[in-house]
């Protein structure tokens, strides 16, 4: 309550010269009203009557200052759409933000609006730059995010007013050790890892139904338990059953590849359908879900389902486990390029175009170590400061 006290009495601070705050929230549609600023000064230029109220609103003002809490500057960055809360805390090994104050700032009418709040604080492992902490819009903690740690190497070289036209972070995560690389053309690569396959580790209880590298794998398992409770497309005749592929980038994914008339239908009821594979027992740790639709060469279009966060409009992680897991099913081929001795020529990267309702992903699992290489989009979309 202090927050949103605090966030209706105070107005938000501009610190991104380069554009006016309301016009960017009024752009992007975030559903933050624009509060009429402190009218003070204006009040105190009126009659005598008006001034002795300007002078109490005055000093309202100033108690409410007094006794207002810290005030936390942020800057708001997205990808794809997938938009994020930045809050830079380098200077302490921990954050001063609690899951409950990541609710409120991730509140679409109450606060800033976001799908998660990303805190940089100092590394506490040798050979890393910072440490990455993400909660979800709901207050939970993922392991990692894609296109957050795209956001986050864009925001720690704009707020350092880095000039170098590369850069390359070392990120400790809950997933590990994570590289983004800004390039020359603005985009952010990030060295993803390699995914998590064997169904314990995801975590899924699924059984294995296929191998890779000697990995047991849960490639297209029909998710029987429950499979009652789960809703299924009209046209299916209730005798639907889903295929799920489950794949961890750090974080769990359960990926089902559908056709159109069945993406369609997810799209429309997701609301309502997202949350029942999210808290699906077959996921002890909840998950995150992906319907796809291969929709070319090499090119899969994503509907996507975030535990934590509901429906987004991009999930880096989950266009990356989407990509391995098409590979692991046969739905898009891994070619098997090997260098030709002689010809002198570059191999051709195993890269998907993974399209998301925000824009589409380049996506490759590279055969020499299994990571997973993501390429996309990061963007400011304004700064400010706030109380919490
Ligand atoms: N949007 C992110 C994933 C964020 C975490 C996810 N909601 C989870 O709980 O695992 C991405 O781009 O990867």
Redesign the pocket.
């Known amino acids: 309550m202090a927050f949103l006290l605090g966030l209706a009495n105070v107005p938000t601070r501009n610190t991104d010269r380069r554009r006016p705050l309301t016009s960017a929230l009024r752009d992007r549609g975030s559903g933050w009203r624009e509060r009429p600023a402190h009218n003070v000064t204006k009040q105190v230029r009126g009659t005598p009557a008006s001034r002795t109220f300007g002078a109490a609103l005055t000093t309202m003002s100033a108690v409410s200052t007094t006794t207002r809490v810290a005030s936390l500057p942020f800057a708001k960055y997205e ?1 794809l759409g ?1 938009d994020f809360i930045l809050v830079d805390e380098r200077h302490q090994p921990e954050t001063s933000l609690t899951p409950a104050s990541a609710v409120r700032l991730c509140d679409r009418h109450f606060g800033i609006g976001a ?2 709040v990303i805190i940089a604080l100092a590394p506490t492992q040798p050979d890393t730059d910072l440490r990455m902490r ?1 909660f ?1 819009s709901d207050g ?1 903690e ?8 795209r956001c986050l190497a864009k925001f720690l070289a704009e707020t350092d007013a880095d000039a170098a036209p590369t850069r390359r972070y070392r990120v400790q995560t809950l997933a590990g050790l994570i590289v983004p690389e800004l390039l020359p053309d603005g985009q952010v690569c990030v060295d993803m890892g390699a995914p998590v396959l064997e169904p314990a580790a995801v975590p899924a209880r699924l059984p294995a139904t296929s191998s890779f590298e000697g990995v047991p794998v849960a490639v297209e398992t029909t998710l029987d338990e429950d499979t009652a409770r789960l809703p299924h497309p009209p046209a299916t005749g209730g005798e639907h059953r889903w295929q799920v592929t489950a794949v961890s ?5 359960c990926i089902l590849f559908v056709d159109e008339a069945t993406w369609q239908w997810a799209d429309a009821h997701l609301d309502a359908i997202g949350p029942q594979f999210e808290h699906h027992p077959a996921f002890p740790q ?3 879900t992906e319907f796809v639709q291969v929709c070319g060469e090499r090119k899969l279009r994503v509907l ?1 389902w ?4 509901g429906r ?1 409009l ?7 486990a989407t990509v391995v897991a098409a590979m692991l099913a046969g739905v898009i081929p891994r070619t098997r390029h090997l260098p030709v001795s002689g010809t002198g020529a570059a191999p051709p990267p195993d890269t998907c175009l993974v399209y998301l309702p925000g824009g589409p992903l380049h996506i490759e699992w590279r055969l020499r170590d299994q990571h997973v290489l993501m390429t996309g989009p990061a963007r400011r979309v304004f700064a400010g400061e706030v109380s919490t």
């Open positions: 990808g997938n799908d998660g993400i979800n939970s993922p392991e990692m995010c894609g296109n957050g740690i980038m750090g974080n769990p994914h909840r998950t995150n996507v975030e535990r934590g966060a987004t991009a999930c880096g992680t989950g266009a990356c």
